[in-house]
């Protein structure tokens, strides 16, 4: 099945992006605020999970409820960057397992040069939730997420803070049947492959590395 693209329309989220795109939001800051962002488009992403009815008493009375069915979920971050949007996404899905795979854009190629992949063992049965704060070229989350098909990973879903139409393309293009939730869609890559206008580098803004 062809998956979707969702652009968040929220004033809270396209505040808080606007406010850790300036350059004089320190460390603290960006890293909490990503994720208050992360949170509130976990919310989004979760909106499709299968229900199951079920009866219940309430103090008052019997009735019917609905609660959560299906497959369990997995988060999986795209090292380092991905890492700050993971305790937002647990906060409301707090029995996701957490993988891993470390992916760095190597500077003068821009393509992902990969060093870690640790997923649940069972990540095969679970829906997955790919997060990275940015999409660019998408040489990373491509790379990602064939790493995760090629261990039997079917339901996928990437959850980015900002994306640039040229990975967007390119996720499309590779994995159409990936559901894309972007926090907000920027104009274009410079020639050094970041993002316009952007928030700069997101790994090195929630860890303090520059
Ligand atoms: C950043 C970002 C993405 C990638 C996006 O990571 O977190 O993973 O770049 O770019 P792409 O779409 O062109 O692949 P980076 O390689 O800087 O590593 P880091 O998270 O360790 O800082
Ligand atoms: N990675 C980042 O962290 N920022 C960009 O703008 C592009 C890639």
Not at 117 to 129: I, Q, T
Request: glycine content about 10%; charged content about 30%; overall charge negative.
């Amino acid at each position: 099945m062809m998956g979707e693209i969702h652009v968040m329309d929220h004033p809270l989220i396209e505040h808080k992006i606007s406010y850790i795109r300036r350059e004089d939001v320190g460390t603290k800051e960006f890293r909490e605020v990503i994720g208050e962002i992360a949170q509130l488009m976990c919310y989004e992403a979760t909106r499709d999970l299968q229900m199951k009815e079920v009866e219940i008493q309430t103090p008052i009375a019997r009735t019917m409820g609905r609660e959560l069915d299906g497959k369990k979920l997995a988060i999986v971050p795209i090292l380092r960057a991905g890492i700050g949007m993971v305790d937002g996404m647990l906060s409301l899905i707090p029995t996701a397992k957490v993988g891993h795979i470390g992916l760095y854009r190597d500077p003068d190629t821009l393509e992902p040069v990969e060093y870690y992949c640790k997923l649940p063992a069972d990540c095969g049965e679970r829906r997955v939730f790919v997060v990275d704060p940015m999409l660019a070229t998408g040489g990373s989350s491509t790379a990602a997420i064939r790493m995760l098909k090629e261990k039997g990973v079917k339901n996928i879903k990437f959850l980015c803070i900002i994306a640039a139409p040229e990975g967007v393309k390119r996720m499309r293009e590779e994995h159409p049947d990936v559901d894309i939730y972007i926090g907000a869609l920027d104009e274009k890559l410079n020639d050094h492959g970041y993002i316009v206008p952007g928030l700069g580098d997101a790994g090195d803004r929630i860890f303090g590395t520059k």
